[in-house]
Every structure is written in C-alpha cells, then in structure tokens.
C-alpha cells in the first residue's frame, strides 16, 4: 500500500490534522499517549494512526510496528543523558566528582521531567516488559550502562567520604532517586528547577556529602548545565580545583 | 448462582486446586500472578477463578469484584507498614528519631521484599490508576500517610543535620528510595536483609547522616526489627540515649 502522507501529499486526511510536528513526531506524540493511558498492549497501531489522522499503512512507513514505536518513546528517556555522560566526564575533573555527579543527575532529571506523556511509567508496565524483544533489550542495556556511570560517580565520591555501599549498589540508589521524577509526575506533581535541586541534593547526600558540599556542588552543576544547554562549543570546562 | 467452595463443599472444582491457603488467598496469589504479568484490564475475573480452579460465581462470594480484589492486593504493600508506624514512634524516643527512620524503612523494605508477585508494580499501571475508584482511593490516602511517616521523621533527622531540604520533598525522596525494592524485584534482583540495610543506610545519608550514625541507627534498628518480628508483647523500648 501507498504512504498517504508522502506519495499522495494533497489527499485529505482520514481526520482534519491538528498536531504538529512532522507525521514521524505526531505518531510517537500520539502512541505515547496512549501507551501510558491504556496500557501497551491494549493499544493497536490502528488507533495510533487514527490519533494523528494517518491511515495504518502509512504508519508502517514511519515504524516497523508497535515495538519500535515503543522502543523509540523509551529511548527518550535514556538517550539524552547518555549523550551528555562522557562530556560531563571530560568537562569536570575527577577531583570535582561530586559536581560531575549532580550534573549527571540534573541532566537526566531534566530528561524525565521533559519527556511527552512521563513515557518513564512504560518502563515496567508488565506488557512491555512481556512483550521484550530486541528493541526492548537495547533500552535495558542503555538504562544499565546510565546506572553504571552513576555507580561509577558515586563510588569515587562515597569512597572519599567513607561511605562503604558497594558501587552497584549506590548506582540502583542515585538511579531510583532521580527517577524519583517519575513517580512525581505520574502523582501529577511538576519538577520545577527547585524540585531538581532536590533531588540531586539527595543524590549527593546519598553518596555521603554534607550540606555544604551539596550546596557548593549544586552551584557549580546548575551553571555548567547552563553551558550545555547552550551547545557543547560555548562550555567553558570546569576549573581543577587549587589544593 | 450458589458459591460453589461453600454450599457445595464436596462438588469436584473445575480445575484439581493444587494452591494453597484459603479460596480467598487463593484468589489474591492468582490475581497477583496475572494483574502483574498481563496488567490489571487485560485480567477478567472469569481467568483469576479458572486460575484457582472455581466457578466465577465463587469468586463473587469472596469479592465484589475486580477492583475490590486490586485494592485488597495494594493494601498488602502498605498495611503491614502502617500497623507499626504508631508501635515505632512509641518504641524509639524522639532523640533517636535515626534509629526510628531506620526501623520504618527497614519495616517497609520488609513488606514490599515480601508482597507475592511483587504487586507494588501495580501503584502506577495506567490501566489501575485509570480504574481509580473509591478503593484505590483509599490506598492512595495510606500511601499519603506512610510518605508523612517518612516526612517527619525525615525533617527532625534532616534538620539536625543541617540539612535545609522541605520535609514534603523529603518524605518523597525517602519513600522512593525504599520504593527501589519494586524496582530491584521486578529486574529480577532478589532483596536480602544485605541489601535491605544498603537502602536503609540510604535513607540515613538522605536525611544527613555519616557512616558512623547510620551505622548505629542500622544495629539498633535491626534489632527492634527482630523484636518487633516475635511479637509487640516481647518488644523492650529502645532506651533514651544519656546526654
């Protein structure tokens, strides 16, 4: 069958358009807001289409079907935050371990907080985890490597202050408490910028520092957050610390 | 139509029931097995009495229905924490408000380590909070409760540590934090008492603890824990700390 959208580009639509976005962005935008009102599997690529106003076949033009919709809604929860890790890792020296760690968590709470619909909440809905296939398993594999990048961080700094839980461990714990956003929103709360804070301040305290260290961490991230929102070119590296 | 279990006592089930407990617990350990496995719409409550081996009309005998069934369900990942919040704050004076936060969370992993089927996957399924009704209702209020629990014992900690986090937001960090035993579960870890202290420990650091403070409040807690376990009658209060 034909793609409606591209090969016939006058033809009306089933239903008056209204999104906006390109025709791939609005069939993510509507599947997104089904998958987490309805439920995954209670969801047909029929009534995503009907969503957008698109004809089924022209959905099949975008995506393979229904898991690589899914797989795709879910890579935007973790995709954003594992292209800013190794930045992070080189903008910030290893002394400065708990400002690196507190820029990780802003960023990925950022992530969570923007992502259309909290699609976070598919994360263990018992029909996706069901329907696992290979799409599924490539978000399992960038959610472990995300938690192991926190382990790694927050190993480096419960270590310099005593702190003895094991690194993957405390990777499961700052993980869990940044997705903390998640359970925030789906209760309808909103993550505002003081909301964030929070939340990286538990991360920092998790790995054993004070309020000062926390506060002082806290500032140095929200400013270098600031630089990588701006673009990768205009961020100026965080100073060694002077000893 | 006649509950078959009852007023035929000696009539063949439909299915040779190999469960265990009553009808009633069996009805909740099959509903469990297929709410989390297949999602709470996706269950009829023809499949949970097939499960078990009844009549459907059995099943009404026990509950009024689906919904009745969740919330009985959701209500085991909070009562038996609810039940000793009060036996804590009487066990534990206020100058050792560490080793009472320690004992909630440890009280609380307890729980939810032990709910079958790990049902706290359930809280945030759209297809259940869609479903909300007068019983879920009335989970979400213990829900609320438990994280005030948290809240305040979380504040006096927090507050003597310096640390300036608002007791709401804190509350919410706490609960998430021991609420990782869902998370753990349904990745398939297994939650052990090891494990159970590590997140315990967290909920320590949140509030502002060291290692040497969360190591105390982690033995004078275990041990109120396994004192709460045989029973309130043997329980001896945790003494007033000497200034």
Known sequence: MSSLSRVRPGRPRLIPNIGVGTPREQVLEAAARLFTS??????????????????QASL????????????????????????????????????????????????DIDTLARVPHNVGVL?????????????????????????????DLGAQLATRHGVTAPPRAL??????????????????????SDRAIEIAGGCLRLCGCDQAEATQAIRRATALQDQLRLGASAVTPCPTPVR
Chains 1, 2 share one sequence.
Do not use: W
């Open 38 to 55: 309805k439920g995954f599997a209670a969801t047909s690529t029929r009534e995503i289409a009907e969503a957008v106003g698109i004809r």
């Open 60 to 107: 099949y033009y975008h995506f393979a079907g229904k898991d690589e919709i899914l797989a795709t809604l879910l890579a935007t929860t973790v995709r954003p935050t594992q292209m800013v890790v190794d930045e992070i890792v080189t903008l910030v020296p290893p002394e400065r371990v708990e400002t690196a760690l507190c820029l990780l968590a802003l960023v």
């Open 171 to 192: 990777g499961s714990m700052l993980i869990q408490q940044v997705e903390g956003v998640i359970t925030l929103r789906a209760d309808g709360n909103d993550v505002d």
């Open 123 to 151: 994360y263990q809905l018992p029909d996706v985890v069901s329907a696992a296939n290979l799409d599924y398993a490539s978000f399992r594999q960038a959610h472990s490597e995300l938690t192991e990048a926190y382990a």
